[in-house]
């Protein structure tokens, strides 16, 4: 089985800052690998899909990298509604794997 | 929009059954497949369930594989899963997601609030 392992698992930041998450695989899953963000007690909303693919109306400050074993999501300019939870996906072919999640909370 | 409603979560004795619910709306439901994602404070999210826009391809979890049994009715928009031989470490909050594609493999870009079970006696 493929394994996801996201960090790091608390972030603090300001307003302003540049963020980046990791979440590296036990073995290459090419590009399939999606970011989401989720605020305490809303759904999961996706920001990032295929890797690096920037979802619909997903503001160009999220941006997502990587392929084979490592992805990053990156958060330039962080703003005060990107404080949340973050987690990766891993999906094909009747494999989904979720990374453990990232709070990023203000500092 | 995408509008995933959950419902049918609740407390309940360990060994027993529950039947969760999830009506979508905002989309055309029967083009999509669906999935359900359940999340607890301990092990974070883990899938559970998903089902092909035709019901023809369907798969489970190891961990409730035998236990649940996902379906849907495109008549009524709606997605359900059945879980019975509750056993404690099924206790999470349940979400229903929707994929992107007909068929099961692809990522998700809706899901929804979310509905408790809570196996506990």
């Known amino acids: 089985d493929i394994q996801i392992t996201q960090s790091p698992s608390t972030l603090s930041a300001s307003v302003g800052d540049r963020v980046t998450i990791t979440c590296r695989a036990s073995?290459?899953?090419?590009?399939?690998l999606a970011w989401y963000q989720q605020r305490p007690g809303k759904a999961p909303r996706v920001l990032i899909y295929k890797a690096s693919n920037l979802e619909n109306g997903v503001p160009s400050r999220f941006i997502g990298s990587g392929s084979g074993t490592e992805f990053t999501l990156t958060i330039s300019g962080l703003q005060p509604d990107d404080f949340a939870t973050y987690f990766c996906l891993h999906y094909n072919s009747y494999v989904y794997t979720f990374g453990q999640g990232t709070k990023l909370d203000i500092k | 929009e995408v509008q995933l409603v959950e419902s049918g979560g609740g407390l309940v004795q360990p060994g027993r059954s529950l039947r969760l619910s999830c009506e979508a709306s905002g989309f055309t439901f029967d083009d999509y497949a669906v999935h359900w994602v359940r999340q607890t404070p301990g092990k974070g999210l883990e899938w559970v369930s998903g089902i092909s826009w035709n019901s023809a391809s369907l798969d489970y979890a190891e961990p409730v594989k035998g236990r649940f049994t996902i379906s849907r009715d495109n008549a009524k928009n709606s997605l359900y899963l059945q879980m019975n031989n509750l056993r404690a470490e099924d206790t999470a909050l349940y979400y229903c997601a929707k994929d992107t594609h007909y068929g099961l493999g692809s990522y998700f870009d809706g899901w929804g609030q979310g509905t408790l079970v809570t196996v506990s006696s």
């Open positions: 073995q290459s899953i090419s590009s399939w």
